[in-house]
């Protein structure tokens, strides 16, 4: 069965400094990865994607994400955060029929 | 372009009550998704449509939930009678094509209270 785990529940980083939240996975076939961001009260939206090619994925607001197959993980990282990042992301596989299997989320804090 | 809209924002009901919920997609996507989202969780899918034919509901809860996209635009989701498990958000997505690995478009969701 295909799923995703989100290891930690909350990261906190102080404004400024890298971040990263991490993902694994667990997939048959070739995994296709998703990040999407989830603000208080609003619906989610998508930061970036991994189908195929670059192992580096550059998405929106500055994010981006490393694939590694050997350790199945796409963790998504920002070189400086911003408190405007506080939120919650969700990992996500998605299948051929355009089903997304979602994570279970981390909170992200990024304090002043 | 306009996204997608869902209504009501939120509805409070008891136990035993039916209640549905309403989504409109982008324009033009012929792909509409509906996500149970519960508190601390991820969403989870519960039925997916290609223009108004189901893809997948296998974690769809038929005997209470139903779905509908008649038209292959908007779709309706109810729930009778509601549980107290189902206090959820309950989100719509749409996406121009599914088996392309496209981004799924999210409206705001409805978020249910089953008292």
């Known amino acids: 069965a295909q799923s995703v785990a989100q290891p930690e529940d909350q990261v906190n980083v102080a404004e400024g400094n890298p971040l990263t939240v991490k993902c694994t996975y667990s997939v048959s076939g070739n995994p296709y990865l998703f990040w999407y961001v989830q603000y208080p009260n609003r619906g989610l939206q998508f930061l970036l994607k991994?189908?195929?090619?670059?192992?580096l994925v550059k998405g929106s607001y500055g994010f981006e994400a490393e694939f590694n197959k050997s350790q199945t993980s796409f963790h998504l990282k920002k070189p400086s955060a911003l408190v405007s990042d506080s939120a919650l992301y969700f990992c996500a596989v998605i299948l051929s029929t355009g089903k997304l299997i979602f994570g279970q989320g981390t909170t992200l804090q990024v304090k002043p | 372009e306009a996204g997608v809209a869902q209504s009501p924002r939120y509805k409070i009901i008891e136990k035993r009550q039916s209640v549905a919920f309403w989504c409109n997609p982008i324009s033009g996507h012929a792909t509409l998704y509906w996500y149970q989202q519960i508190l601390g969780q991820g969403p989870k899918l519960l039925i997916q449509f290609q223009n108004n034919g189901v893809v997948d509901d296998s974690q769809l809860p038929k005997d209470r939930f139903s779905a509908e996209r008649l038209k292959g635009v908007d779709s309706t989701l109810k729930i009778q009678p509601a549980k107290l498990e189902d206090s959820a958000v309950y989100l719509c997505a749409s996406s121009s094509d599914a088996g392309a690995y496209n981004e799924q478009f999210f409206g705001p969701g409805t978020r249910l209270t089953v008292l």
């Open positions: 991994y189908i195929t090619g670059d192992n």
